[in-house]
């Protein structure tokens, strides 16, 4: 009898447990992130990607000329670390849901103060931070899925929105640029700062723009004059001089860093290269 009573209980205990078993079945709509830092800006996006499954989304799931939260589920989300411009518009740092309202010829974008909304049921043009159009494009791919995307720019970036073969984007713009061109001109170019590498730096970013290159030799000047014997810095020098078709300077800088390599031990491979270089210049001077 004790023991029919025991088998009896544990059926009992396995029943219960089975009942209050949670199973985690898959999102349809799973939820996607990107984490970006663009320039000087940290971007964050967060999502419901929901997929097109044979339906017809546009015009169809989706209405033409109706507010839509982007995604599935909760608001599309946003985030800047810092003051960003979107759309010709000035974006204070913060929290933005994403709505947008789709047409067939233009999409309006929409960021939005409320971040807590489940869709777009109570969603409030009155809390909107900028609006602002977009035409929409036929993309060359079929995202079966929602997606979110970005392109880097010179520290500015592109986002992109895809869905079956519809696609809209928009810059966004950061601070990245007047930051560290009022820190030339304020610090730098003012002589207030004494760091070579400082110099060096900004003369380099200013190269691989292509823009002030006049100003950004007298940048890497000054750094060569904090460190004459920077091999990094001279190389700098280089690059400005060929951008700036001075090859007579070029050749004489590089000469100058050859005569500090041979007298150093174990740069032969830096040798080599500062000599195919002198010989590449060379070339393109005498063409």
Not at 176 to 181: F, G, P, Q
């Amino acid at each position: 009898m004790n023991k029919l009573i025991t088998i009896l209980l544990l059926l009992v205990i396995t029943h219960v447990k089975g009942q209050e078993t949670e199973f985690l079945f898959p999102s349809f709509s799973p939820k996607g992130k990107i984490s970006q830092i663009v320039g000087n800006t940290l971007i964050e996006l967060e999502y419901e990607r929901p997929s097109a499954r044979k339906r017809q989304i546009f015009g169809g799931l989706v209405p033409w000329n109706k507010v839509w939260r982007t995604g599935a589920g909760n608001c599309s989300k946003i985030r800047f670390n810092k003051d960003v411009e979107i759309g010709g518009q000035k974006i204070p740092a913060g929290n933005y849901s994403i709505y947008t309202i789709p047409n067939p010829k233009k999409w309006i974008i929409i960021l939005n103060k409320d971040t807590t909304l489940y869709g777009s049921f109570d969603y409030d043009y009155k809390n909107d931070i900028a609006r602002f159009i977009v035409i929409p494009e036929v993309s060359n791919r079929f995202y079966e899925t929602l997606n979110f995307d970005m392109e880097l720019n010179e520290h500015n970036a592109r986002m992109y929105i895809s869905w079956t073969n519809i696609q809209v984007s928009f810059d966004i713009k950061t601070s990245t640029n007047s930051e560290i061109e009022k820190l030339i001109k304020e610090e730098l170019l003012a002589g207030k700062n004494r760091i070579s590498d400082n110099y060096a730096r900004a003369a380099a970013y200013l190269s691989f723009r292509g823009v002030n290159l006049t100003q950004a030799l007298k940048l890497a000047d000054k750094a060569k004059d904090l460190d004459k014997d920077s091999e990094w810095i001279s190389g700098i020098k280089i690059e400005i001089y060929e951008r700036l078709k001075l090859y007579d300077d070029a050749l004489d800088e590089i000469k100058e860093a050859l005569e500090f390599l041979k007298r150093k031990k174990d740069r032969a491979n830096e040798i080599s290269k500062m000599e195919s270089k002198y010989k590449q210049i060379k070339k393109i001077k005498e063409n």
